[in-house]
């Protein structure tokens, strides 16, 4: 074999991992961005319910009786914002929403007092709401008249939320279950083209963890590569997604973004690393015939 043919047969051995690497980073791509809707999905959801206004109406503008009403609702563990609204800001409010003034028909003020409050989101269900509406006119008898908020809304968000986070829920399994096959075929393709140069190495008296650790180690490093092209790819479709839809910017979480992004490199480096482990092993275990 001549020097030139030696080079050639070097270079063709050596292993490509530029395919791969853009491969795995595509398909972390579009699970991330399907990931981001969901966080995002669950967000919109807890920032609705969170704004559903729940309205004790009082029939007594008595401050103790106010007070003690006002301390109860805090203390509870669906409380989250409350608001005493005594006559005449809730005949500024009145006005506020554009309706005609009373005192052109009524000499006396007949909007009544509430305590107004948002629930903790998780709180925000057709039951949980009935058993709290149920208990502050059990404990405050003569002082609630009713405990009022839009039933039907309630109904209709949960059971939107509920189905959406199902079809969510099982494209996800689904994505995830292509993503781990893509990335394993990707990687096990790649390993494809270098297996006589595992079987030579092996061949020449190297150990199979001497064989593994430098590949093992590349896995890593090109799962982190993939992960990092993923994760900009997804920033950047983020922003230009705020850029064209400002109100998303509110949507902006931290401890989802960790999530999300630490979720990508995880199963990046991970499907990586046991893809490559495993193909290793499997061509370190066959013979030399097999290999053809």
Known sequence: MTQQQ????????????????????????????????FLNFQKVGTTLRE????????????KKAVDSLKSYIGQQPSGKTWEYIDKEKAN?????DGNDSWDKILNENPLPESVD????????????????????????????????????????????????????IVIAVLLSAVVIVSIDSTIRLAMFSNRFLIKTMQMVGATRGFIARPMNIRAVINGLISS????????????????????MKVLRDVQNYVILFGSIILIGVGISVYSTHRS?????????????
């Open 92 to 96: 500024t409010m009145y006005n506020k």
């Open 6 to 37: 030696g080079k050639g047969s070097m270079k063709r051995s050596k292993p490509s991992y530029i395919y791969t690497i853009i491969g795995v980073a595509l398909v972390l791509f579009i699970l991330g961005v399907l990931g981001w809707i």
């Open 280 to 292: 290793v092993m499997k061509y370190l275990k066959m013979k030399l015939d097999d290999l053809y």
């Open 51 to 62: 704004n559903i206004q729940i309205h004790a109406w009082l029939t007594t503008g008595n």
């Open 117 to 168: 409050f948002f629930a903790k989101a998780e709180y925000v269900q057709k039951d949980s709401l009935e058993k709290i509406s149920a208990d502050l006119l059990a404990k405050f008898p003569g002082v609630i008249s009713e405990v009022q908020y839009p039933r039907d809304l309630v109904i209709t968000i949960t059971d939107r939320a509920r189905k959406f986070g199902y079809a969510l």
């Open 228 to 247: 990092a092209i993923a994760i900009s790819a997804i920033w950047a479709v983020i922003m230009w997604m705020e850029s064209y839809i400002p109100d």
